[in-house]
Nanobody, 118 residues
Framework: QVQLVESGGGLVQPGGSLRLSCEAS????????MSWYRQAPGKQREFVAT???????NYADSVKDRFAISRDYAKNTVYLQMNSLKPEDTAVYSC????????????WGQGTQVTVSS
Protein backbone atom coordinates (compact mmCIF):
# COMPACT_ATOMS: atom_id res chain seq x y z
CA GLN A 1 0.00 0.00 0.00
CA VAL A 2 1.20 3.51 -0.82
CA GLN A 3 0.40 6.68 1.10
CA LEU A 4 1.03 10.33 0.24
CA VAL A 5 0.98 12.88 3.06
CA GLU A 6 1.08 16.61 2.39
CA SER A 7 2.06 19.35 4.81
CA GLY A 8 2.92 23.04 4.82
CA GLY A 9 -0.36 24.70 3.96
CA GLY A 10 -1.77 27.66 5.84
CA LEU A 11 -2.80 31.30 5.72
CA VAL A 12 -0.46 33.82 4.10
CA GLN A 13 -0.75 37.44 3.00
CA PRO A 14 -0.60 38.40 -0.69
CA GLY A 15 3.00 38.55 -1.82
CA GLY A 16 4.08 36.02 0.78
CA SER A 17 5.58 32.55 0.45
CA LEU A 18 4.79 29.01 1.52
CA ARG A 19 6.52 25.69 1.02
CA LEU A 20 4.46 22.54 0.64
CA SER A 21 5.81 19.03 1.16
CA CYS A 22 4.49 15.64 0.13
CA GLU A 23 6.08 12.40 1.30
CA ALA A 24 5.33 9.03 -0.24
CA SER A 25 5.61 5.91 1.89
CA UNK A 26 4.78 2.23 1.70
CA UNK A 27 5.71 -0.51 -0.73
CA UNK A 28 7.43 1.64 -3.34
CA UNK A 29 9.63 0.24 -6.08
CA UNK A 30 10.05 3.41 -8.10
CA UNK A 31 8.49 6.86 -8.31
CA UNK A 32 8.31 8.07 -11.90
CA UNK A 33 6.80 11.50 -11.29
CA MET A 34 5.38 13.61 -8.48
CA SER A 35 3.00 16.45 -9.15
CA TRP A 36 0.89 19.10 -7.50
CA TYR A 37 -2.70 19.93 -8.35
CA ARG A 38 -5.07 22.41 -6.78
CA GLN A 39 -8.80 22.93 -6.51
CA ALA A 40 -10.36 26.24 -5.61
CA PRO A 41 -13.94 26.46 -4.27
CA GLY A 42 -16.45 26.00 -7.06
CA LYS A 43 -13.76 25.18 -9.63
CA GLN A 44 -12.35 22.04 -11.19
CA ARG A 45 -9.05 20.62 -10.05
CA GLU A 46 -6.17 22.00 -12.11
CA PHE A 47 -2.57 21.02 -12.73
CA VAL A 48 0.09 23.13 -10.99
CA ALA A 49 3.48 21.51 -11.49
CA THR A 50 5.19 18.18 -12.06
CA UNK A 51 8.67 16.76 -11.49
CA UNK A 52 9.47 13.66 -13.53
CA UNK A 53 12.56 11.51 -13.29
CA UNK A 54 12.35 11.13 -17.07
CA UNK A 55 11.15 14.43 -18.51
CA UNK A 56 12.07 17.00 -15.87
CA UNK A 57 9.80 19.73 -14.56
CA ASN A 58 6.77 21.46 -16.00
CA TYR A 59 4.47 24.21 -14.71
CA ALA A 60 1.08 25.69 -15.36
CA ASP A 61 1.36 29.11 -17.00
CA SER A 62 -0.41 30.70 -14.04
CA VAL A 63 2.39 29.75 -11.62
CA LYS A 64 5.45 29.79 -13.85
CA ASP A 65 8.19 32.09 -12.49
CA ARG A 66 6.53 32.14 -9.04
CA PHE A 67 6.44 28.47 -7.98
CA ALA A 68 9.26 25.92 -7.97
CA ILE A 69 8.89 22.15 -7.69
CA SER A 70 11.70 19.93 -6.48
CA ARG A 71 12.20 16.35 -5.36
CA ASP A 72 14.29 14.64 -2.73
CA TYR A 73 14.64 11.18 -4.24
CA ALA A 74 16.19 9.69 -1.10
CA LYS A 75 13.18 10.77 0.97
CA ASN A 76 10.49 10.07 -1.66
CA THR A 77 9.39 13.65 -1.14
CA VAL A 78 8.31 16.46 -3.43
CA TYR A 79 8.25 20.12 -2.51
CA LEU A 80 6.44 23.11 -3.92
CA GLN A 81 8.00 26.46 -3.10
CA MET A 82 5.35 29.12 -3.68
CA ASN A 83 6.45 32.75 -3.88
CA SER A 84 4.64 35.99 -4.69
CA LEU A 85 1.35 34.38 -3.70
CA LYS A 86 -1.89 35.90 -4.94
CA PRO A 87 -5.46 35.56 -3.63
CA GLU A 88 -6.28 33.50 -6.72
CA ASP A 89 -3.76 30.88 -5.54
CA THR A 90 -6.16 30.03 -2.70
CA ALA A 91 -7.08 26.36 -3.04
CA VAL A 92 -6.67 22.88 -1.65
CA TYR A 93 -3.33 21.63 -2.97
CA SER A 94 -3.02 17.89 -3.52
CA CYS A 95 -0.02 15.73 -4.30
CA UNK A 96 -0.16 13.10 -7.03
CA UNK A 97 2.47 10.47 -7.74
CA UNK A 98 3.07 7.93 -10.51
CA UNK A 99 4.42 5.01 -8.50
CA UNK A 100 5.41 1.44 -9.19
CA UNK A 101 4.31 -0.58 -6.15
CA UNK A 102 2.77 -4.05 -6.43
CA UNK A 103 1.57 -2.55 -9.70
CA UNK A 104 2.06 0.82 -11.31
CA UNK A 105 -0.55 3.44 -10.63
CA UNK A 106 -1.37 7.03 -9.67
CA UNK A 107 -1.81 7.88 -6.01
CA TRP A 108 -3.27 10.97 -4.32
CA GLY A 109 -2.69 12.66 -0.99
CA GLN A 110 -5.46 14.08 1.16
CA GLY A 111 -4.71 17.70 0.30
CA THR A 112 -3.60 20.76 2.24
CA GLN A 113 -5.38 24.14 2.35
CA VAL A 114 -3.57 27.24 1.14
CA THR A 115 -5.33 30.56 1.78
CA VAL A 116 -3.91 33.83 0.48
CA SER A 117 -5.66 36.75 2.12
CA SER A 118 -4.93 40.02 3.87
Amino acid sequence: QVQLVESGGGLVQPGGSLRLSCEASGSIRRIYAMSWYRQAPGKQREFVATASSISGTNYADSVKDRFAISRDYAKNTVYLQMNSLKPEDTAVYSCNADISSLERGYYWGQGTQVTVSS
